[in-house]
């Protein structure tokens, strides 16, 4: 078992930053992919960015490559996600995710854990 907990979100206005942190517990988190999805009110939850199990590699949806940085901390248990040059369509709740497989093109509902979820709002 695993249990995610996501901080860092807030308001904040469009192009400016945020910094999502999530704490695992419960078995390590090097056993699992990491990453965020998000859910905008009314629509579907849908992938974010993630990072792999090992090897550092990273994936990103094309909506936030080039303003979005996801980062792991396998020693701190932590996963973070940089959100910079914020877009009103980026407000949504962010949940971080882990899975003992990937969390790339798979269906949310196919994910292992989930946090809660933390809400980020970017005003116009």
């Known amino acids: 078992q695993v249990q995610l907990v996501e901080s860092g979100g807030g308001l904040v206005q469009a192009g400016g930053s945020l910094r999502l942190s999530c704490a695992a517990s419960g078995r390590t988190s090097s056993s699992y992919a990491m990453g965020w999805f998000r859910q905008a009110l009314g629509k579907e939850r849908e992938f974010v960015a993630a990072t792999a199990r090992t090897g550092g590699l990273t994936y990103y949806a094309d909506s936030v490559k080039g303003r979005f940085t996801i980062s792991r901390d396998n020693a701190k248990n932590t996963v973070a996600l940089q959100m910079n040059s914020l877009k009103p369509e980026d407000t949504a709740v962010y949940y971080c995710?882990?899975?003992?497989?990937?969390?790339?093109?798979?269906?949310?509902?196919?994910?292992?854990?989930w946090g809660q979820g933390t809400q980020v709002t970017v005003s116009s």
């Open positions: 995710a882990a899975d003992s497989y990937t969390l790339v093109d798979v269906p949310a509902t196919h994910v292992d854990y």
